[in-house]
């Protein structure tokens, strides 16, 4: 079967199908997520071969260490898949729900009713547990989802496909509710992000050259970021010993991740006073730092702290490089972030109270912290279930995509035979 008719076919499928999952009670929709955990649980150890075969392609095809860390299915990872789905079926289902209702003089009510998008095409790399977060978001929001995982993680999401398949037929839902695309030819991707007349909205998950080529190429809508530049500064009034752990964490918990802190910014009360201590937690855990003049100057040749130039501060470095930047207070830091950033995620670490709502008001940001290490920008940890990925633009959803930022909204109107004069 040629390309275009293939994925015409997936397409017509899945537009039938969403009509059905668009209607589906919140209970079925509930039962079949709990049927696919049950699947992923009966199915683990092929699961597990399934990605081992993945892995060992993806050294023999010299797959960076990063991406063979997003491919790897640890026993975390595994169980976070189960416990996504359980989360998600918790979750209020926002489907019919009505709100901003308000009454006119002629007697009209009129709100707004959170209706599903329809048909969510997803492309992604490398990390199989995305294929569960989306489907799972998906069907909840009552959407139907056409699913294009990379080429690496090819056998795992095959594996997860069945399992899929196997919880919405136990509930009697259409499996063509969520398709995974099962040929790994790149011509896929351009034939799903120009198939109008079937889907209706584009979630690319991965790298730069990925979403780039989506944005470019996409005649239909993209939910979006492309570049995790996340920073935390660390104010004049902050406390140290919250300043040190979140610093600490916001570089090295993970490297490969858009919300891993890429530049630190310290005002220059404290810079003296934290920048020793940071310098040498970094080194514990091989941390390469590019300073300012003034961080430099700070460090001295001890911390084996480089130089930093312009490029730094524009830079994802998603791995264990980061740049730091003295300066003189809150008003220069968001000035700084508001330049370099990339409008994913930002912290001020403080006690004052005013500095901290500025940085709230005037950071300008999809997810935007006092106090909390950037990690936490995250639809799981947000208490979404799950995501579909990170929106750093600012029509229709912003920050972590979960059930909501997967719908929309229309008026409703209640009448009583009223007419227009």
């Known amino acids: 079967m040629a390309i ?12 039938e199908a969403s009509a059905e999952v668009c209607r589906a009670s919140t209970q079925l929709k509930n039962d079949a997520l709990m049927a696919i955990g049950d699947a ?21 095809n010299g797959l960076s260490d990063p991406l063979l860390d997003r491919l ?42 959170r209706t599903p998008l329809g048909v969510i095409g997803i492309i992604y790399e490398s990390r199989p547990n995305v ?52 040929d790994t030819d790149r011509a896929l991707v351009g034939e799903l992000i120009t198939m109008n007349d079937y889907v209706d909205v584009i979630v690319p998950r991965g790298g730069n050259s990925l979403v780039e080529r989506i944005t470019n190429e996409a005649t239909i809508p993209v939910i979006k970021h492309l570049d995790g530049i996340c920073h935390v500064f660390i104010d004049g009034d902050a406390d140290m010993e919250k300043a040190y752990a979140i610093s600490i964490n916001a570089k090295t918990q993970r490297y490969a ?22 310098a040498a937690g970094y080194q514990e855990h091989g941390v390469e730092l590019r300073g300012c003049e003034k961080t430099v ?63 709230l008001r005037e950071v300008d940001s999809s997810s935007v912290m006092i106090n909390a290490s950037p990690r936490f920008a995250d639809g799981f940890e947000y208490g979404l279930g799950a995501e579909v990925g990170i929106s750093t633009d600012k029509l229709h959803a912003r920050g972590p995509v979960g059930l909501e930022g997967l719908t929309s909204q229309k008026f409703v109107v209640f009448g009583d035979g009223q007419i227009r004069q």
């Open 4 to 15: 275009s008719e293939y994925m015409q076919t997936v397409g017509q499928l899945a537009r």
């Open 40 to 60: 992923i649980l009966a199915r683990r150890t092929e699961l597990m071969q399934a990605n081992e075969k993945d892995l060992q392609t993806g050294k023999t």
């Open 72 to 113: 790897t299915f640890t026993e975390a990872r595994f169980e976070s898949m189960v416990e996504g789905l359980q989360q998600v079926a918790s979750l209020e289902d926002p489907v019919g729900e009505i709100s901003d209702m308000s009454y006119q003089p002629n007697g009209l009510q009129i709100g707004r009713m």
């Open 131 to 182: 294929t569960i977060d989306a489907a799972s978001l998906c069907l909840k929001s009552g959407n139907a989802a056409i699913l294009r995982g990379g080429s690496e993680a090819i056998h795992s999401n095959l594996g997860l496909a069945a399992c899929l398949e196997a919880g919405l037929d136990k509930v009697g839902l259409p499996s063509a509710s969520l398709q995974i695309i099962r």
């Open 257 to 278: 991740v858009c919300n891993a802190m890429e530049t630190l910014l310290v005002s220059q009360d404290v810079a003296s006073t934290i920048l020793p201590r940071l």
């Open 297 to 359: 100057e700070i460090l001295g040749c001890e911390a084996q702290v480089s130089q930093a130039d312009e490029s730094d501060w524009y830079a994802e470095y998603l791995a264990p490089i980061l740049a730091i930047r003295v300066l003189p207070g809150v008003d220069e830091a968001i000035d700084h972030i508001n330049k370099y950033g990339s409008k994913h995620t930002d912290t001020i670490v403080t006690e004052n109270y005013d500095a901290g709502r500025r940085f």
